[in-house]
């Protein structure tokens, strides 16, 4: 790893004028990898920007250091780039709109830990073993002795803290351990990342978690639980504050898949995939087109829910088998 490391150190030093980017509706991972990235390339004095597909971002980041330097809609920028840095996303078309922006792939730089689906990096640091891409930012600081600070430790130590569920989830490894054990030695508080995380929800996405738990399904024996929120329920909300809502599909004793689906625009609906170990929904999602990780993954959906529903129910039960 040390070498493909050095590699996309050269290249990032040799370079400038970096669009930095990462898959859309982007979550804690995603934030905390592309702003450790931003603030190495800040102290590198290179040009950057960064965008991402979304069209918001939850309230709860705006304590990390250059949130406010991301730029949510890519439609009508016309830069050109250099060079790109893609974090944590498999694809060119999980990314979004800003897909688009990116140069060719010899002046791009990947750095992920979902499981390969397109090459379209020259440099590529792709470790499907590492809890979160923040990880892996932290591998590369190390080896390039760039200077912790607070801030950066805060970055890290959120990616880490959210893509391993509170240090809770089957990815969380001795490893996080130690990094987070390093990361506190900076004044980064555990608990105060946590409360900006998992406990500063808006009593609007506290309502909908209510009416959303109180219209949970479950099928299949129960070991499919399914909740859903229809377009009424979603055109009023701030959609980046219940993305979260899909862990709680899967915390109910005996439940092995949970989704968590919502209908964004009417009959176009986002689902998220939940596993508590055995079957791998990063299969499921595949299968409709979408993906992520074995034991978390998304898609897309358009048409009608009843076909979704069946169509969804009829995968797990064939991965149940
Ligand atoms: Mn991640």
Known sequence: ??????????????????????????????????????????????????????DSIDQKYQ?????????????????????????????????????????PRERCVKIDHHPIEEDFAEFSLVDTQASSTSQLIYELIEVAQIPLTTQLAQIIFTGIMYDTGRFSFSNTRRRDFEIAAVLTGYDVKPHIIANYLFFSSSFQSMKIL????????????????????????????????IEELANYSVAIRGVEVGLFIREVEPNFFKVSLRSRGKINVNLIAKSMGGGGHEHAAGTRFRGNFEDLKRGLIAEVEKCAK
């Open 63 to 103: 304590f990390l250091w250059g949130i406010d330097k991301i730029k949510t809609i890519s439609a009508g920028i016309q830069n050109k780039f250099d060079s790109a840095i893609v974090l944590d996303v498999p694809s060119m078309k999980r990314i979004g709109d800003p897909a688009r922006l990116l140069p």
């Open 210 to 241: 209510g009416y959303a738990l109180n219209n949970l399904q479950i099928y299949l024996d129960g070991i499919l639980s399914i909740i859903f929120l229809p377009y009424a329920m979603m055109k009023n909300n701030n959609h980046a504050e």
């Open 1 to 54: 790893m040390k070498s493909k490391v050095s590699e996309i150190l050269n290249f990032i030093k040799k370079s400038d004028n970096f669009l930095i980017t990462a898959h859309q509706s982007a979550d804690g991972d995603a934030f905390a990898s592309i702003l450790a990235t931003a603030y190495i390339l800040e102290n590198w004095d290179k040009n950057f920007h960064i965008i991402i597909h979304d």
